[in-house]
Nanobody, 129 residues
Framework: QVQLVESGGGLVQAGGSLRLSCVAS???????????MGWFRQAPGKEREFVAA????????YYADSVKGRFTISRENAKNTVYLQMGSLKLEDTAVYSC???????????????????WGQGTQVTVSS
């Protein structure tokens, strides 16, 4: 069973920064190191959308146009953790942010949510004016 737990969300003013973390449970250590990871978000009344992804070795990254240049995804395989550093936050970044793992091994970064699974429960990010 793969378990992903997100943290780091909160309330922040527009223009501010937050860093989200997603930790895979200890039992999934071998799994985590072989799979690309992604961050997605869902705002109230909207469908879930892709935010960023990182390849299994961290060698490739991919971002949604809406966050490019403001967000940075990274990973520490030794800690089973993937991060999302968010900067220059905007009101429209308000959403529940979830991480997920690409179900395919040895994958590079991409935005196809159909191949991601093992979704975490999410962490709320609220950007205020």
């Amino acid at each position: 069973q793969v378990q992903l737990v997100e943290s780091g969300g909160g309330l922040v003013q527009a223009g501010g920064s937050l860093r989200l973390s997603c930790v895979a449970s200890r039992r999934t250590f071998a799994f985590f190191n072989r799979h690309a990871m992604g961050w997605f978000r869902q705002a109230p009344g909207k469908e879930r959308e892709f935010v960023a992804a990182i390849g299994w070795r961290g060698e490739s990254t991919y971002y949604a146009d809406s966050v490019k240049g403001r967000f940075t995804i990274s990973r520490e395989n030794a800690k089973n953790t993937v991060y999302l550093q968010m900067g220059s936050l905007k009101l429209e970044d308000t959403a529940v942010y979830s991480c997920a793992a690409d179900l395919r091994e040895w994958s590079t970064a991409h935005s196809d949510s159909q191949t991601f699974g093992y979704w975490g429960q999410g962490t709320q990010v609220t950007v205020s004016s």
